[in-house]
């Protein structure tokens, strides 16, 4: 059992947790994640570790509900327990000191694309940081990214805050104002990173992606998380979660994603219907 020591709504549908797990804390690196069930009965899913204190044993989970599992997670509270949490799992992101890199963010993706932005600035690295959101409470994490970047810009959709548009927009503008970007992370709805990854093309940056598929076992034995980059199959688990976004086969990762829309609409309306207001909204 895992205990929940505190729990904060950071925005409509989005949770953070801080979770005791000092044997995962103690070997986390960026760019891992972890495979949990919150209770007897329930399945296997992956949340990235958005942090780690290695101090005092504990990783922290942010997650959107997007179906019964994260729903059912976010009606835990500070002091209830997930049943199981294995990890840390995945290949680290590549941290290293590159010049200056672009980081770019969308949705609950900030939340992983954090830990990165923090070990690279911790690697030396000037960071020039993108997030972006429908609308200014969409958009999470801003001062914990400010921290460690060297310049923040923020996009909404509706002009909220920061620039009105969307994150390619703010990428090209960085590229045709001078800056030389040395390397880029985009991570967010595969839609964004998609999309993200084709601007990377056109300003001629290399730039990495954190892919999200369907994922049972995170040690690569199911076979559930298989992605297929640069014309061959690898497991999302084991080989990622973070690939080469200019090799990824971006029209079959999404459809997969939406391999199991029916089912899942059926388990949350079945789940909704249990535990009647939906204190997540």
């Known amino acids: 059992m895992f205990k929940i020591v505190s729990k904060q709504k950071l925005a409509p549908k989005e949770f953070d947790f801080w979770v005791e797990a000092p044997r995962i804390a103690a ?6 994640f972890v ?5 007897d009965n329930g399945e296997r899913i992956p949340l990235t570790i958005a942090d780690y204190d290695k101090d005092k044993g504990l990783i922290r989970l942010i997650f959107q509900v997007v179906g019964k599992t994260t729903a059912a997670m976010s009606t835990l509270s500070a002091g209830d327990c997930l049943r199981d949490i294995s990890g840390p799992l995945g290949t680290p992101s590549e941290i290293e000191n590159y010049g200056t890199v672009m980081m770019v ?4 993706g900030i939340a992983a694309l954090y830990p990165i932005i923090k070990a690279l600035k911790g690697a030396g690295n000037k960071v020039v940081t993108i997030l972006g959101g429908r609308t200014s409470s969409l958009v999470i994490m801003k001062d914990e990214c400010r921290k460690y970047s060297d310049e923040l810009i923020v996009t909404t959709d509706d002009g909220s805050e920061g620039m009105r548009g969307v994150v390619t927009e703010a990428m090209k503008m960085v590229v045709e104002r001078g800056d030389k970007v040395d390397r880029c992370w985009c991570i967010g709805p595969s839609i964004m990173m998609k999309f993200g990854t084709k601007a990377a093309k056109e300003l001629g940056l290399p730039i990495w992606v954190s892919l999200n598929p369907l994922m049972v076992d995170g040690t690569g034995m199911c076979g559930c998380c298989r992605v ?3 014309g061959k199959i690898f497991f999302a688990c084991v080989d990622g979660p973070e690939f080469d976004g ?8 999404m459809s997969r994603l939406r391999q199991y829309k ?3 609409k059926i388990s949350m309306e079945k789940f909704e219907a249990e535990v009647g207001e939906q204190t997540w909204l």
């Open 262 to 264: 029916d089912e899942e």
């Open 228 to 230: 297929t980059v640069d």
């Open 246 to 253: 200019h090799k990824v086969n971006w029209d079959e990762f």
């Open 35 to 39: 495979v949990l069930r919150v209770d």
């Open 27 to 32: 070997h986390a690196k960026a760019g891992q």
């Open 105 to 108: 963010g969308g949705g609950v």
